[in-house]
Nanobody, 127 residues
Framework: QLQLVESGGGLVQPGGSLRLSCSAS????????IGWFRQAPGKEREGVSC????????NYTDSVKGRFTTSRDNAKNTVYLQMTNLKPEDTAVYYC????????????????????WGQGTQVTVSS
């Protein structure tokens, strides 16, 4: 069965850190750019970050720039989202997804056409 699995979520105090992992079963994650998304209660899902299949290109939504870092270890078939200086507004279910396409436009990089999704992991930032 082809699936993505997120892990590493939990409850953390404001200012704290968490590292989310996205692993794959049934397919090689290395071939895909991987996006991270989140959805807070009552809000639409938003893209958080994306990393290219090689790991050489990344992008981030403005609200997490400087605080979140996505990376990958292709030998372990795993992608990570390191989250630091967490804020209550970061509270959401976080999902990873495999992108079928990538776009390079000038100095910008985008992942597109997300086909496979994980089931999500809850991140709660609260004192």
């Amino acid at each position: 069965q082809l699936q993505l699995v997120e892990s590493g979520g939990g409850l953390v105090q404001p200012g704290g850190s968490l590292r989310l992992s996205c692993s794959a079963s049934g397919f090689i994650l290395n071939y895909y750019a991987i996006g991270w998304f989140r959805q807070a209660p009552g809000k639409e899902r938003e893209g958080v970050s994306c990393i290219s299949s090689s790991g050489g290109s990344t992008n981030y939504t403005d609200s997490v720039k400087g605080r979140f870092t996505t990376s990958r270890d292709n030998a372990k078939n795993t992608v990570y989202l390191q989250m630091t200086n967490l804020k209550p507004e970061d509270t959401a279910v976080y999902y990873c997804a495999a992108a079928e396409g990538e776009v390079y436009s000038g100095s910008n990089y985008y992942c597109i056409d997300f086909g496979r999704w994980g089931q999500g992991t809850q991140v709660t930032v609260s004192s």
